[in-house]
Each structure stands twice: as C-alpha cells, then as structure tokens.
C-alpha cells in the first residue's frame, strides 16, 4: 500500500487487497480517480470457465438435472427448476397441480436459506460494523441464531424433497422420484409454523440496521404471474414497461464478453439493469399478501425503493413470503398422490425461467429425438447484475466521497457490491481492490 499527496492536497496511491471473506468467487475491483472524477472502474471477475453448458451435450435430460445442481451450492434448486421446466416444454409435458405445488415448495426452502445466509452472514455486519459474522455474534448473538435457524428449516425444506439440502437428487422430468410421507410434512409445517414468528422478527430488526441513503435510478426486471408472486413461473417483465414471454428473451437482452471479467455482462435494450429480491418486490409489491404488506407498512420503508441498500429488507421479507407459502401449499398435503408423470422423449427446443434468490435464471436447450441435448445456454443473475453493479460503484463511491480515504472506499465499494449477493464461484474470497489516482 502506498498514499502521496501533492502540495494541492491531490493523492494518488495503490491499494492491493488480496482477501475478502463473505461474498462467493474471486474477482478484483479496479478504479481511476482522475481530477476528482472516476475515469474508469472495472469490476474484474476471475472466475475461471466452467464449461457447464458444453459439459451438458449429448446427455440425457435427468443428467441435465442433476449436473446442472452442482453449478452452485447456494441455489441448486433454482438451476434444477429452470433446467426441468425447459426439458418438460419440449416434451409437452405438464407436471401435475401437486407436482406443481411442491416444488414451489422446494423453491422456497431455497429462499429462505440463501437469503438467512446472506442477511445473517454476509451483509449484516457491514450496516454494523463488523469485519465478520462471528463478530456480530457477540454483540447480537439472538439475532444470528435466528438467522441460522431460519437457514436450518430452508435447508430441511429442500432435503425433505430432494433427498439433502446440496446438491439436491430428488427432481425429475415430470415430477419428483418420490413423495415425502404425511408424517415429514408434519414435522416440517411444524418448522414452517415456528420460523414465520422468527421472520416477523427479522424484518423488524433489518428495518432498524443504519442503512446507507442512497437512491438512484435503474431498471428492475423479474418474473410476474397472474396468480401468485413469481417464484417458478412467469412472464418477464421490467418497470419500464417490458412484458414478455421467457422464449422471448434473446430478443430484448444482449450478453457480451469484456476484456476484465471472465463473467459475461448483460443489458436490456442496452442498459444495465437489476435483477434479485429488491427487483422482484418493485415489482411484485401488490402479490404479497396482505398480512405481510401490513408488516411492511411499519417498518417506515416504502416500496417500490430506489436505495439499492434495501435489497437486505427485501431479502427478509421474501423469508417471511416464503415460509407462509409453503405452510399454504403444505396445508391439505396428499401423500398418496402420484409424484411423477413419465415423459415421452421429444426433439426440440424450450426455455426454463425461474427466480433464483439473487434473480432470474434463464435457461434454453435443444434436445434430439431421444431426449439428449444437442445445445445448451445458462445466462444466471450475477452475471446479469454485473453491469449493474459497476453502475452502482460509480454513482456511489462518488456520492460517497472520492477525497475518503482509499480504505474507506475500498471498505464501502465492497459494502456496495456484497449487497448484491454475487454468486461468482464456489471460493470464499472477493475483492483486490486497486485505486489509482492523479
């Protein structure tokens, strides 16, 4: 590290830091200060190719499945449901009502992990403080036993239909391989029943965290259903006005390669935008229901937000959402009903879109005629969210203070890009921040 001043009180100096815990993957952030502006700023992802979509070629459907859950450990049920959907449309296959159901319930395990994970974890100590979650633990030890046991009953959720919590087996074309017994359901709701208490207490106490003001403008786009707040199903659309069907996408989002990041960018109609639990709630607010709305209603936060900092209050409400939906999808469970249709192999061409914990996540494949993909395409949230991101570094860093100490804005640049929730790779460590200055 290195800091110079010149006589007019102008800095440069270089920053490396090689570690930050609390955010999944590796990458480096790099900014240009020139005459008191940001000349040029480079959120750097190093996440090295993965080759995923080429590794599914010429395997057959459950193979998809079940390689598909290992692309994160955090949101394997997101990948599973975008890739089964896909594969059902080409057979020309609908699940039935319970399949249905259940694995809206399985989604919702996996919200309410993710987000307990990241509220309690992740982002949590930057409003407070703390360079960790362990540190946090001494100050507010309640609030994290919450968090972990709220992450503990998503966590069941998704084992009691997949058959564990990572990397889940339990999915397949047409359904799932079994159906939990009546009894696993009764001690789930039991869970299910507890936690909802423990959510109203969590978004009362995320409304109270300091939470930077920070409005700014931005597209939000999600899933919207006429029935219910998207989860698993859905139209695409944006508060801009885009409503379009997810065969639709390649049509309106543009992915693209840069020179700093082995992660693709991507745009709509050529401008970054936003997807995740703060985009959904923008635009979804009217689905809740209205018991929640009420919750809402006091913690003095209005909704639709412009302060991408909220994304931590919309995390802790879609909890809340999720908890009371799967006591409501669970409430009248059969457990004589059949768990799966067996699906006809068919060629063709489908698309899967569904919304992961940090967005939507887009899926199109290409079958033959014995139901083993010829083509494959993955477009997930991070990669979505990248130009986002770098957007917001730079309207924020900039409201925040360019004449703050390199430390200081390296601690609030991280802060700003936590808050997204970055799935980059299955490693523990982010940011190598460099700032350079003239």
Known sequence: MSDSRTGNNLRTGDIHVPVLARVEGEGALDIRIRNGQIDDLKLRIFEPPRLFEKLLEGRPAQDVIDTVARICGICPVAYQMSAVAAIESIFQLTPSPWVQAMRRVMYCGEWIQSHSLHIHLLAAPDFLGFDSAPEMAKR????????????????????????RSVHPVGVRPGGFFRAPTATAISELREKLQDGLQAASGLIEWVATLPIPVDDQEFVCVSLRHHDDYAIER?????????????DDYERHFREFQVPH????????????????????????????????????????????????????????????????????????????????????PLPGI???????????LWHRYELDEQGWVKSARIVPPTSQNQARMEEDLKTTLTRFGLNQTDDALRLHGEMVVRNYDPCISCATHFLDFRAERS
């Open 140 to 163: 507010f030890p309640a609030e994290v036993r919450r968090g972990l046991h709220l992450q503990g009953i998503g966590n069941e959720i998704i084992r009691t239909f997949g058959g």
């Open 234 to 246: 859905g139209r695409i659309i944006s508060d801009q006005g885009l409503d379009i069907g997810i």
């Open 261 to 344: 990041s082995t992660a693709l960018h991507a745009l709509l109609d050529d401008r970054p935008y936003l997807v995740g639990p703060l985009a959904r709630i923008n635009n979804n607010l009217d689905q809740l229901p209205a018991d929640l709305r009420a919750i809402i209603a006091t913690t003095g936060i209005a909704f639709p937000s412009r302060n991408m900092f909220h994304s931590i209050l919309a995390r802790a409400i879609e909890i809340h959402y999720a908890l009371s939906e799967a006591l409501r999808l669970t409430e009248d469970y059969d457990a004589g009903s059949t768990p799966f249709i067996e699906p006809s």
């Open 350 to 360: 489908g698309f899967g879109c569904t919304e992961a914990p940090r967005g939507i």
